[in-house]
């Protein structure tokens, strides 16, 4: 799995870091980033943030 944020439409909601924050932090900016690619004890969170994702930036290609 790899994962990959379109900065650009980024809203700085938070959502993804508090869903996954093994994978996912908000820079200095404020916007999302990944920080580590899932690993299997995390990917399940991953799909999650990017599912709860209100913009839909996230991501997910297997």
């Known amino acids: 799995m790899k994962v ?3 900065r650009s439409g980024c809203i ?8 996954c924050p093994e ?3 908000l820079d200095d900016e404020g916007l999302a980033e990944v920080i580590n690619q ?3 004890d995390n990917e399940a ?5 990017a599912e709860e994702c209100p913009v ?3 991501l997910i290609e297997n």
């Open 45 to 49: 969170g991953a799909v999650q943030a």
């Open 12 to 19: 700085s909601c938070g959502i993804c870091e508090d869903v």
């Open 38 to 40: 899932p690993e299997s």
């Open 4 to 6: 990959t944020i379109n």
């Open 23 to 25: 994978v996912f932090r």
């Open 56 to 58: 839909d930036v996230i």
